[in-house]
């Protein structure tokens, strides 16, 4: 069988973010047409994000989102999300998002958001200093120039064709044993062009914010989830939307962990444009136990 198009790649993930409206504040997102096992952490933030924008006007979009992972979902069914209007003052609004799958939350989530307005600015973050994505293999190629020696035992998720283009600084990030720093040096862009909304945009980054994230925190030990070496989930995530960006157009995810231990890892990353604007944050707490 021959792999998707780009396009019906995108296509299928628009899909996913298309929510149905059953009223009252609640939502249906659509499961993956192919989807087996666990429902991916990403694509319920992104969808309780969607939910939650539903909700406000477009006057006032997301700037930050604090999640919960309370169980791992099933793709075998679709998510409800239910929102609470927590607070609608003069700029601020707040709303509290629960995922339901067959009556139980899998994940509870807040997200905030604030009218546009101007006040004192400064970025003292820079953009590490890696190799254009144009001169990096694209991580699908390199997975499969691997898949015979990984595909018994790597997460579905790692080897299923996908809407995002990933190509990294340490290509052999995933793949290798070899202990490193905790570091990952990662660009990535939706795989084909993207609708001109802002809401969109931010959703689709907050689905690849999940990716490759909790990986970090395993680099120093020598363990590959693409290998097995290790079973793991997601405890909780948080994401600072700082400017609005497109994210059909190249963005470098600089990821790094400063602790590790008691079967945790912790990890942050920060999402520039190829300009160097600094437009997001992300924090994350991960659980993982190895295999190997």
């Keep these: 069988m021959s792999e998707p198009t780009s396009e019906a790649l995108v296509a299928n993930l628009l899909r996913l973010l298309e929510l149905k409206s059953l009223g009252e504040d609640r939502f249906e997102g659509p499961r993956r047409r192919d989807g087996v096992g666990r429902v991916f952490g990403g694509q319920v933030i992104a969808q309780a994000l969607m939910a939650a924008q539903a909700t406000v006007p477009d006057d006032r979009p997301a700037h930050s989102l604090h999640a919960y992972f309370l169980r791992g979902g099933s793709e075998e069914h679709d998510v409800e999300y239910r929102v609470e ?16 799958q067959q009556e139980r939350q899998i994940l509870a989530c807040s997200v905030s ?8 600015s400064h970025q003292s973050a820079t953009m590490p200093a890696v190799p254009p994505p144009d001169d990096l293999e694209p991580e699908h190629e390199v997975l499969a120039r691997h898949r015979a020696e990984i595909e018994a035992h790597a997460p579905r998720i790692i080897l299923r064709p996908r809407p995002i283009e990933v190509r990294a600084a340490n290509p052999m990030g995933l793949l290798s044993r070899e202990p490193g720093a905790p570091e990952q040096r990662v660009w990535f862009r939706a795989r084909a062009p993207l609708p001109d909304d802002p809401n969109l945009h931010r959703a689709v980054l907050a689905y690849f914010s999940d990716m490759r994230l909790m990986a970090t925190c395993l680099l120093p030990h020598g363990l590959a989830f693409a290998r097995g070496d290790v079973r793991g989930a997601s405890l909780d995530h948080a994401l600072w939307f700082h400017e609005d960006a497109r994210a059909d157009e190249w963005l470098l995810y600089a990821m790094d962990s400063p602790w590790s231990g008691h079967a945790r890892g912790l990890n942050f990353g920060r999402v520039f444009t190829g300009d160097g604007r600094l437009i997001a944050s992300v924090a994350q707490e991960g659980m993982f136990r190895a295999t190997r």
């Design 85 to 100: 209007r927590g607070f609608d003052g003069g700029s601020f609004a707040n709303r509290r998002v629960v995922a339901m």
């Design 113 to 120: 958001f604030q009218r546009s307005e101007d006040g004192p």
